[in-house]
Every structure is written in C-alpha cells, then in structure tokens.
C-alpha cells in the first residue's frame, strides 16, 4: 500500500540540480524541471552505489558518481551506461509549497 510523504518543500528542491533524500530508511533522489518535480530510487541500478546530490547533465540528466551512467531526470531513463536497467521512477506530486512522494515501502505498523 502506498503512503504518501511530504519530503520537501518546493523551494528546497533546487531546479538543475539532483537532490538527494532519505525516505522512511530508503534513499531518493528528486529532479526539477521547470515547475514539475520527479522522484526516483536513489540506487544506481548499475553497480548499486548511492547517488548524490549533484547539478543536472546537460540540464535534465542525473549521472551517477561512480561509473558516470547517466539516467533522465524525468523518466529514469538509461541515456549512456554501463547501467542498462532504468531508475526505478516513484509517483511524485507538488501540493502548495510541498513535495509529496508515494512510498510504497515504509513498514506498517
Ligand atoms: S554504480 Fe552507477 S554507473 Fe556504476
């Protein structure tokens, strides 16, 4: 079941840049693009290293520390490797000031 998280607020999540969050023990990372926030698993799916707080590639892309894969920052998807598999997106909205995330794995008590 998902459990809808209030993880920022807006004006934290600085536009061109990847943010790096922890989220009920799981690591996040979130994009902005223009007025839209996206959410992601903050686990490259190469290698399994964390991701980091970072500017954008080229605007839109988040490049992982490690080996240099880079992911879209509004969709997860693959744009150079080595990863092969995408970041596994997670539903993220903006409600007034604040960004909102649907977690799907904190354990219920
Ligand atoms: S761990 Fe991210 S590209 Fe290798």
């Known amino acids: 079941m998902n459990v809808s998280i209030r993880v920022a607020k807006l004006a934290e999540v600085r536009e061109g840049f ?4 922890k989220v ?3 690591a996040v990372v979130l994009t902005r693009l223009g007025e839209d926030v ?3 698993d903050g686990i490259c799916t190469h290698a399994k290293y964390l991701l980091g707080t970072s500017r954008l590639v080229q605007g839109c892309q988040i ?3 490690v080996h240099g894969a880079l992911f ?4 997860g998807a693959v744009e150079k490797g080595p990863a092969e ?3 596994p997106c997670i539903a ?3 409600e007034g000031e604040d960004v909102i995330i649907e977690a799907d794995w904190p354990q219920q008590a």
């Open 18 to 21: 990847v943010t790096l969050l």
């Open 24 to 26: 009920a023990g799981k």
């Open 38 to 40: 996206f959410a992601f």
């Open 63 to 65: 490049e992982c520390p």
């Open 72 to 75: 879209n920052g509004r969709t």
């Open 85 to 87: 598999t995408p970041l």
């Open 92 to 94: 993220a909205r903006i």
